[in-house]
């Protein structure tokens, strides 16, 4: 495809992936998480329209700034599966001007044509919402099944990742979820770091402009305090954080 619908672009960013990333923002997303600070990706055709031609005349801009930092390119979202061919050949052109390639996906995308992109992909930043299906299922409005075969997907085919995890005090920081996907995690060959990223609630004000009810807003963000207790958590099961 050579048109796709874009949320945003960051130009110098530095919190997806190493170094400093040209992120993609891609409109459209399957899920509705209740912590969600971008409602507004979730409608596919919301989004800008912009071709690949005019992403990588972008891109080709701050690659000197990108590659010095061996940084690269983050396809983000929204979820950047849901546009699968446009998010595809993205990355196939970022590869072949020789830049570094990272995928920010909740996992919710099909098995199968997952793997086919992953010939293309450097890094994956897998977002496990949830470790418990039910909690999984009311908090975002799907599964985890997909998600997590994603992770065994990758161990067999030996494909780097992260693992990033928003910490929503009530909803994600049970010390019994947060074992469970530890464990679930601990000893994965191909898992490179866990991130652990603390609620915020900048985004509440754009659930009020597009009419939509934010369920969290009396929720406030974890304290230095609890992030430590869940980064030791995971350390103690040989994770690095």
């Excluded at 998480?33 to 972008?58: A, F």
């Excluded at 490179?192 to 009396?218: F, I, S, T």
Aim: charged letters at 30%; proline letters at 4%; a negative charge.
């Amino acid at each position: 495809m050579t048109e796709g619908y874009i949320h945003s672009i960051e130009t110098l960013g530095t919190r997806d992936g190493p170094g400093i990333r040209f992120v993609v923002f891609m409109q459209g997303c399957p899920l509705r998480c209740k912590y969600c600070h971008n409602p507004d990706t979730w409608r596919l055709q919301e989004g800008k329209k912009l071709s690949i031609d005019e992403l990588m005349e972008k891109i080709e801009k701050c690659k000197p700034y990108i590659q010095r930092s061996r940084g690269g390119v983050t396809i983000s979202g929204g979820e950047p599966t849901l546009q699968f061919d446009f998010t595809l050949d993205l990355l196939k052109r970022c590869q072949e001007a020789g830049l570094h390639t990272a995928v920010d996906t909740s996992g919710y995308v099909d098995r199968n044509k997952f793997k086919e992109m992953l010939a293309y992909v450097d890094l994956v930043l897998l977002d496990i919402k949830q470790i418990d299906g039910v909690k999984h299922q009311e908090l975002t409005g799907v599964s985890n099944e997909r998600t997590l075969a994603i992770v065994d997907l990758m161990e067999e085919e030996g494909q780097p990742y992260w693992v990033r995890h928003v910490v929503v005090p009530g909803y994600t920081d049970g010390e019994e979820d947060l074992t469970g996907l530890a464990r679930f995690l601990q000893e994965k060959k191909y898992l490179e770091r866990v991130e652990l990223l603390p609620y915020h609630n900048l985004g509440a004000y754009k659930w009020q402009e597009l009419g939509l009810k934010y369920e969290l807003g009396d929720v406030k963000p974890p304290d230095q305090k609890k992030m430590k207790e869940i980064r030791d958590l995971f350390r103690a099961y040989g994770l690095k954080v």
